[in-house]
């Protein structure tokens, strides 16, 4: 669907407010979700160490709480990123974000790519599962395959990219796996979106939720600082 225009305001309830750098503190993550419950943001997205305090500073509000797994590689043993769910679901995460096996992906292992994800959707249970590609290091043939398979295993998500490799969403990209996945599964175009016309294209080119650290210059209608998510 189409939209012509959101008022940037509007635009936090698709906003997976995002803090993911290796230098974050629990200071910073504590700013986060302050914003994230004055502006009305879907989320937090935060690294799992952060998840219970994040939850802790959310307190009875709305926002959910976002945890990335096997971020930003996604080049662990799956059990390993099935425990990391696991643990943060415990500690209060309401959504995961894992980073499929991109290396598996690469290699055409697509048995390998399944148990991978397989292994995370069933440590998340009823939670909701976001699937990262990292698109920049993919094909369209891949970048298609993986969409019907996310489709197939019921993931809630796919989602473009981690904002630390070499390049994040793309409107084509997003469009393509918008195409693919079809109504039942939703797409997080993230990387890179730092203002509010960004976001609108993303928007109108079928992304259901968008990943970003701009979300307060986003639905300030300002441009965002250069962040690499």
Known sequence: MTVNKIAPAAMAAFIDHTLLKPEATAEQVTVLCAEAVEHGFKSVCVNSAFTAHAKRQLGGSSVLVCTVVGFPLGAMLAEAKA???????????????????????????????????????????????????????????????????????????????????????????????????????????????????????????GATRLGTSAGVAIVNGEAGLNSGY
Do not use: H
Request: glycine share 10%; proline share 2%.
């Open 83 to 205: 425990a990391e769910a696991r643990l943060a679901i415990d500690a209060g995460a309401t959504e995961i974000d894992m980073v499929v096996a991109i290396g598996a992906v690469k290699a055409g292992d697509w048995v390998a790519v399944k148990a991978d994800i397989d292994a995370v959707l069933d440590a998340c249970g009823e939670v909701p599962l976001k699937v990262i590609f990292e698109t920049c290091l993919l094909t369209d043939d891949e970048i298609i395959r993986l969409c019907r398979l996310c489709r197939e295993l019921g993931t809630a998500f796919v989602k473009t990219s981690t904002g630390f490799s070499s390049g994040g969403a793309a409107l084509g990209t997003v469009e393509l796996m918008c195409r693919e996945v079809g109504a039942q599964v939703g797409v997080k175009a993230s990387g890179g979106i730092r203002d509010y016309p960004a976001a609108l294209a993303m928007i109108n080119a």
